[in-house]
């Protein structure tokens, strides 16, 4: 029988609205889900989902906070988005956060253990740049880290946000964190594979896809591109203007986000057998700063048929779901 359970939450801005309706439906049939779980783990906005958990806030009031107070803070973009500037202001979300979190809350006094994945731009003890995982296992160095400061150094992602305390957005470690949860329920709990399991909640999977010939794609700087230029700028890896629905954006940064993630899904699955389960219901392609898609992402969670989850979470969470229509 399974004893250490894992629950991960992706990044992905305003689509959380999806990871975190999923959460509800499932907590509603039986709040054992969360009491029964023993690490949390989040990257980006999911960061503030596991956050809350492992605090003790409930899937439904961070729900609330989230459309309340969060999706305001990506309401406003500035000209140019992600080709000319930084599109979103921060400063909103950055109060958002710390309201939702009391000021004095550090890592050490979350209720339940948990993985933040995060990129640091300088470490002086290293001299260069590195990836960061924070976490509260014993003997960790971030105890004393506000348990705010570690969800907005995990949630300034590159090109639409600026870096938080010279952290930026832990998609660039890792969209999914459940391998990095893994890891830790091994090297810091002390925990055999065979006693793992994991419920991976996704942002959604899109049909992203780049099917034309790259050949001569350089990368651009937003720096040297200009309005008046812009109706002849060839395709590129930076940004990709003349693009069919599926396309990307940003190429090269969009696959850093997606490949990480089926990377983490892979490398999950392969360590621990049918003890994981990716609950991640296909979407079309939206924006993750636009708050309009939201009741879109929800009601595709409202009808996302959740009983291989309830399944998976029957068995390894040793609690019987009430299969209540929602």
């Given at each position: 029988?399974?004893?250490?359970?894992?629950?991960?939450?992706?990044?992905?801005?305003?689509?959380?609205?999806?990871?975190?309706?999923?959460?509800?439906?499932?907590?509603?049939?039986?709040?054992?889900?969360?009491?029964?779980?023993?690490?949390?783990?989040?990257?980006?906005?999911?960061?503030?989902?596991?956050?809350?958990?492992?605090?003790?806030?409930?899937?439904?009031?961070?729900?609330?906070?989230?459309?309340?107070?969060?999706?305001?803070?990506?309401?406003?973009?500035?000209?140019?988005?992600?080709?000319?500037?930084?599109?979103?202001?921060?400063?909103?979300?950055?109060?958002?956060?710390?309201?939702?979190?009391?000021?004095?809350?550090?890592?050490?006094?979350?209720?339940?253990?948990?993985?933040?994945?995060?990129?640091?731009?300088?470490?002086?003890?290293?001299?260069?740049?590195?990836?960061?995982?924070?976490?509260?296992?014993?003997?960790?160095?971030?105890?004393?880290?506000?348990?705010?400061?570690?969800?907005?150094?995990?949630?300034?992602?590159?090109?639409?946000?600026?870096?938080?305390?010279?952290?930026?957005?832990g998609y660039t470690v890792a969209t999914n964190p459940s391998t990095a949860s893994i890891a830790f329920a091994v090297g810091k709990a002390k925990q055999p594979?065979?006693?793992?399991?994991?419920?991976?909640?996704?942002?959604?999977?899109?049909?992203?896809?780049?099917?034309?010939?790259?050949?001569?794609?350089?990368?651009?700087?937003?720096?040297?591109?200009?309005?008046?230029?812009?109706?002849?700028?060839?395709?590129?890896?930076?940004?990709?203007?003349?693009?069919?629905?599926?396309?990307?954006?940003?190429?090269?940064?969009?696959?850093?986000?997606?490949?990480?993630?089926?990377?983490?899904?892979?490398?999950?699955?392969?360590?621990?057998?049918?003890?994981?389960?990716?609950?991640?219901?296909?979407?079309?392609?939206?924006?993750?700063?636009?708050?309009?898609?939201?009741?879109?992402?929800?009601?595709?969670?409202?009808?996302?048929?959740?009983?291989?989850?309830?399944q998976f979470i029957e068995k390894n969470w040793n609690i019987k779901l009430s299969h209540k229509s929602d």
């Amino acid at each position: 029988m399974t004893k250490y359970r894992i629950m991960t939450f992706d990044g992905g801005g305003t689509l959380g609205a999806l990871s975190l309706q999923l959460l509800n439906r499932l907590a509603q049939q039986n709040p054992k889900l969360i009491s029964r779980t023993n690490v949390f783990s989040g990257n980006s906005i999911g960061s503030f989902t596991a956050l809350a958990l492992a605090s003790g806030r409930s899937p439904k009031e961070t729900l609330q906070f989230f459309k309340d107070k969060i999706l305001p803070a990506f309401s406003v973009s500035r000209p140019g988005g992600p080709v000319y500037n930084q599109q979103l202001p921060y400063s909103g979300f950055i109060k958002a956060v710390q309201t939702f979190f009391p000021p004095d809350l550090l890592l050490k006094d979350l209720k339940r253990r948990i993985v933040v994945p995060a990129f640091h731009l300088f470490s002086p003890e290293l001299n260069r740049w590195t990836p960061v995982l924070f976490h509260n296992f014993p003997g960790s160095p971030y105890l004393n880290e506000k348990a705010s400061d570690v969800i907005l150094r995990s949630s300034g992602a590159p090109a639409t946000q600026r870096a938080y305390q010279n952290y930026v957005d832990g998609y660039t470690v890792a969209t999914n964190p459940s391998t990095a949860s893994i890891a830790f329920a091994v090297g810091k709990a002390k925990q055999p594979l065979d006693q793992i399991a994991v419920l991976s909640i996704g942002t959604g999977e899109e049909p992203t896809q780049l099917r034309r010939d790259t050949k001569g794609w350089g990368m651009v700087s937003a720096d040297n591109i200009r309005p008046e230029n812009m109706k002849n700028l060839p395709p590129n890896w930076g940004v990709l203007l003349d693009r069919s629905p599926n396309e990307p954006l940003l190429p090269f940064l969009q696959i850093v986000a997606s490949g990480s993630g089926y990377y983490e899904s892979m490398v999950s699955s392969q360590l621990l057998g049918n003890r994981f389960f990716r609950l991640n219901p296909r979407i079309p392609n939206l924006s993750k700063t636009d708050p309009s898609v939201v009741p879109t992402v929800i009601s595709i969670a409202n009808k996302t048929n959740l009983q291989p989850a309830i399944q998976f979470i029957e068995k390894n969470w040793n609690i019987k779901l009430s299969h209540k229509s929602d």
